[in-house]
């Protein structure tokens, strides 16, 4: 099946400083990928869509300054958490969907801010 | 809005036992559901999937009816093993091709020989 890795996939930082994490489609385009974020125990909750060429799209709640989104190519979206703070460590996990609109996930970037 | 709510776990049984995690959900229009799984440090994997009313999806002796008339989606298998034990997750995508899915809150099940 398609592949989406996550680099890193931990990632630990100090309060203040921004950290990206990137998401890669290995073997299909992807022109729109989904962000999600993961509380310990709890469901994965939709951050923003990314679309290449253009801008995200993000969820209500979601500080668009904060969670910057990149859909740089059709095989690679960015998110950078800027500035972050310890209320910001979490578990980051990005989606693709391919032509035939299955949804493959990453596996996920754990953040932790100091 | 469309949500999902799923049984709250953990879910404990013992080897070749029968599994049921419900899920039941709320959606405008006829969307798709999906079950995942979250085994240990690996990232959600499609366990099973059904996209209309009264279809069954099933994948490694798991198998789910989409039931419209109940909105729900109950994961179940009838002899679970070790290594079975990780979190599921039911989902929904809305019937709009190509959008984020909405999950539930995961079922962790543990099981033990």
């Known amino acids: 099946g398609a592949v989406v890795s996550q680099h890193p996939s931990r990632v630990i930082c100090k309060s203040g400083t921004s950290v990206k994490i990137e998401c890669r489609s290995l073997?299909?385009?992807?022109?729109?990928m989904f962000w999600y974020r993961q509380f310990p125990k709890q469901s994965l909750m939709l951050m923003a869509t990314?679309?290449?060429?253009?801008?995200?799209?993000?969820e209500q709640g979601v500080e668009k300054d904060k969670f910057l989104i990149n859909h740089a190519s059709l095989t690679l979206s960015t998110l950078t958490v800027t500035s972050a703070h310890p209320e910001d460590s979490s578990f980051y996990i990005c989606?693709?969907?391919?032509?035939?609109?299955?949804?493959?996930f990453g596996p996920g970037t754990r953040l932790t801010v100091l | 809005g469309n949500s999902v709510t799923q049984m709250e776990g953990p879910v404990t049984l013992s080897e070749e036992a029968f599994l049921t995690i419900n899920c039941t959900y709320t959606?405008?229009?006829?969307?798709?559901l999906f079950w995942y799984v979250q085994y240990p440090g690996e990232g959600l994997q499609l366990l099973l999937k059904?996209?209309?009313?009264?279809d069954k999806g099933s994948n490694k002796g798991f198998e789910a009816t989409y039931r419209k008339e109940t909105t729900s989606f109950h994961l179940e298998k009838g002899s679970v093993q070790v290594s079975d034990s990780a979190v599921y997750f039911c989902?929904?995508?809305?019937?709009?091709?190509?959008?984020?899915?909405?999950f539930g809150k995961g079922t962790t099940l543990s099981v033990s020989s």
């Open positions: 989606s693709a969907p391919t032509d035939t609109d299955t949804q493959y």
């Open positions: 073997d299909f385009q992807a022109t729109t």
């Open positions: 990314s679309n290449e060429g253009s801008k995200a799209t993000y």
């Open positions: 959606a405008t229009g006829y969307p798709s």
């Open positions: 059904a996209t209309k009313a009264d």
């Open positions: 989902a929904l995508e809305t019937n709009q091709a190509g959008t984020a899915l909405i």
